[in-house]
């Protein structure tokens, strides 16, 4: 059996059943976010909320988000990633994920056996490769996801319990994980309200370059663009409703998208190529002057769009 | 005096004086809107709720159009565009921007000496050719404007009364209008409550290639890259908020940003050129793996879109 087919058998099984003398997957007595910004204080929240866990701890790089976070009661406490690892059952990573490696090498001598990591990274290729270095042989004991869900805000005054909610979570198995660990990490994800879709790391990958890194891409380049047109003041005095849809993703925290973007940074290449063909020869059919292909190419993006957000969930 | 420094003469002018033995400025009895959409039906609402006209009719392409905005109060009478030239003091033309020379003859040699025309178009230059082309004389009789408010929805049904509420009209007055028609021009639209600017036609159309038909043209662009992309339903399976603000613009009539795009064209090949060039040297920037400077081409583009939204009114 694949490993794809152990995930989905494991979707499938609802209630969850729990593993003989295993931790029971539906419960979690110490929750440890590292990083309680926008994604990791959602989660603390929403698992609280949902009254998942027993208590919360957090920690990460930056002291004064810790104790905003504290103050605003999205953790218990304030921990350092050492005791994190060995206090914790359950374990969230939200950093940015250029930061993942150092973080695993730090928490791998501390964890206890049954305690399970999971992430909210926005990329899972390089993040793998990050666990298998920096836990070595305890890599099983980490579940790579990736919620479908953000916000241009950032820090713990953006998390909200609902962030999840209706969401879609990619969670991508390694075949090291024993399928206890999949079970509680999977519970976990849907006591916040999302809805659980397995993929491969790679194909993970691919999509989320599509789908979200190359507009936030896209978006970068175009506010570029405007700032070194000769109107620029003119312009963003002028912009209205469509810029601002256009470009709000633009906004998201630059030390984000960098690791992002370096993580992901082959299959974006291959991306904007790809994009910067289609500019070109949508390019030619304006150059062309030709009104029928040029509303052609027009109806086919509008129909496509209009027809997502028919279907959209 | 330039003709910039007359309308800024006219901007500031509040109330709106009445020019002896001209229509007054504040006053129409008969108000006609050519193309009852979105946009004209909106003008046509937002004047009724003003009472700031008497009378108003449709005049338009489609029947079926006239027929449901009719039905929805928008209008008040069906005419054609010949009644509508010989029996309005006040011409709304909202149809896309490739009709107007045509419907500029048709309404020419049944115009009135006091009527005025102002529309709606996303383009100015070449609105302006028509202007003179379809009207010939009476070209000072059309005042050009073009609201920064719109909607991806189309139809009657979409229309509002508060559409400019607080929106930005752009007036470009020509040489050949008498002080009287821009006045009235100016005074109808803040009737709908939007603020007056004044630019030439040219800047106009440079400055709306930036800012809302380039990003159009891109989100269309990146559209029709997702649908040739290799895992394209995934990708539309998994696209979340990002995906939706980016490509929102897409949705917009084909028929009328075609129009947009070949009345701009000019304008607009140039914008995508240097918006090449942007994208090719984002390109590098990634393509070389320089941590430091992809951050700060990121925070660029991040911190230029906060301000933006910071000084968003």
């Known amino acids: 059996m694949s490993q794809t087919s152990d995930m989905n058998a494991i979707l499938r099984a609802q209630p969850a059943t729990h593993a003989e003398g295993h931790f029971p997957a539906d419960r979690i007595d110490t929750l440890a976010i590292i990083g309680v910004g926008l994604i990791g204080g959602s989660f603390a929240a929403a698992i609280r909320q949902a009254g998942a866990a027993h208590r919360i701890m957090g920690a990460g790089r930056r002291h004064e988000v810790l104790v905003e976070a504290h103050e605003l009661g999205l953790i218990d406490e304030i921990v350092s990633i050492e005791q994190a690892a060995a206090q914790a059952d359950f374990i969230f990573l939200a950093t940015p994920v250029g930061s993942y490696e150092l973080i695993f090498k730090t928490m791998a001598p501390h964890l206890l056996d049954h305690t ?11 993040v793998v490769q ?3 270095v920096g836990l070595g042989e305890r890599v099983g004991q980490f579940v790579p996801a990736h919620p479908i869900a953000g916000s241009h805000l950032m820090g713990p005054s953006a998390a909200k319990a609902d962030l999840y909610m209706g969401r879609q979570v990619v969670v991508c198995t390694l075949p090291e994980n024993p399928a206890h660990a999949v079970e509680r990490v999977i519970h976990a994800w849907r006591a916040c309200g999302a809805h659980v879709r397995s993929l491969d ?4 990958d691919e999509v989320m370059a599509t789908i979200s890194h ?13 700032l070194t047109d000769p109107n620029s003041n003119l312009d963003l005095a002028m912009a209205g409703t469509g810029f601002a849809d256009f470009t709000r993703i633009a906004q998201g925290s630059e030390e984000m998208w960098r690791d992002i973007m370096m ?11 790809a994009y910067q063909v289609v500019l070109s020869e949508a390019h030619q059919v304006l150059e062309s002057g030709d009104e029928l292909i040029l509303q052609a190419f027009l109806q086919r993006a509008a129909i496509a769009r209009r027809k997502w957000e028919a279907n959209r969930t």
Chains 1, 2 share one sequence.
């Open 116 to 126: 399970v990591i999971t992430d909210g990274g926005s990329t899972k290729n390089n």
């Open 130 to 132: 990050a666990a298998h």
């Open 263 to 273: 993580q992901n940074r082959e299959v974006m290449l291959a991306q904007i190529k």
């Open 201 to 204: 790391p790679k194909q993970h």
């Open 214 to 226: 190359l507009p936030h891409w896209l978006a970068a380049v175009y506010m570029t663009h405007v």
